[in-house]
Each structure stands twice: as structure tokens, then as C-alpha cells.
């Protein structure tokens, strides 16, 4: 699954991927740490959380992992990555008053995502790919946080 979360007529994000982050980006010190992340998920078994929770999906967490690595180049801090008990992965950030949840369902093919900025008083919720506009504005409020 392509993401597509580079906007290339915004001076937010920087146009393809490339090894030296833009802005606050993590990619130059924070990839083997994500990988890392991504590497104790998928090690989990089932009932990791002993709560029967399923075995993590190995679509899901290809689609988070490469949703993260297209983020590498993106003004943010490097997201928790976080097993969710149906088998699913989460991505989260948290910048300031602004918290990004970004949830990959079994099977890799949607994404929902809540964005919560406690300080407006507003969220922003959606499925990817359906909802891409409104992920890339809470990127954009995220990354203002960061």
C-alpha cells in the first residue's frame, strides 16, 4: 500500500524520501531504533497482552512499517509503535497539545486515524486512503506542535 503523504505543493514536507530529515525529522537517528520497535511486535504471540489478544498481523504491521518509513522525512518526533489486541498496529506521535493515532487493521488495507488537539478543543478523525486530505492536516498540526 502506497501512503502518499508527501504534499507537494506544501513547504511542510520535503518532496520524496531522502536520508537527512527535513525540519525535526528523526530519519538520521531514529531508523535502526524503528526497526527495533517494529522487530519486538513482531515477535509477539498470541495472548501477548494475556487478555487472548491475537497474533499481530503480518500485513498490518508491513503497511505500519512502511507508513513509518515514508514519515522518516516528516517535521515529527519518531512514533510509538504499539501492538493493538485484535492483531492491528498503531503508530502514535504526540507533540505538544496535538496526539496522532494512526491504527493499521488486520489485513494492511485501512487505516483509521484520530488526531486530538487538546488545546483548540478539536479532533480530527478518518479511514485511509478515503480521508487522505483531512490525515494531511493533522499531520500539519502535528508537525506545528513539534
Not at 496526539?99 to 489485513?107: A, N, Q, S, V
Request: charged fraction near 20%; hydrophobic fraction near 45%; proline fraction near 5%.
Amino acid at each position: 500500500m502506497t501512503i502518499g503523504l508527501v504534499d507537494t505543493h506544501s513547504t511542510d514536507f520535503a518532496a520524496g524520501h531522502t536520508a537527512t530529515p527535513v525540519g525535526l525529522g528523526w530519519a538520521s537517528e531514529g531508523r535502526e531504533e524503528l526497526l527495533v520497535r517494529f522487530e519486538r511486535i513482531a515477535m509477539l504471540e498470541p495472548n501477548w497482552d494475556s487478555y487472548e489478544a491475537k497474533e499481530i498481523d503480518s500485513a498490518a504491521l508491513r503497511a505500519a512499517q512502511a507508513f513509518a518509513e515514508q514519515a522518516l522525512t516528516l517535521p515529527l518526533t519518531m512514533p510509538a509503535v504499539v501492538p493493538v489486541p485484535d492483531g492491528g498496529v498503531q503508530l502514535e506521535w504526540s507533540a505538544g497539545s496535538v496526539d496522532l493515532e494512526l491504527e493499521f487493521e488486520p489485513g494492511g488495507n485501512v487505516a483509521v486515524f484520530v488526531c486530538d488537539d487538546h488545546q483548540a478543543g478539536q479532533q480530527i478523525d478518518g479511514e485511509w486512503p478515503h480521508d487522505a486530505g483531512l490525515f494531511r492536516i493533522a499531520l500539519r498540526r502535528l508537525a506545528a506542535h513539534t
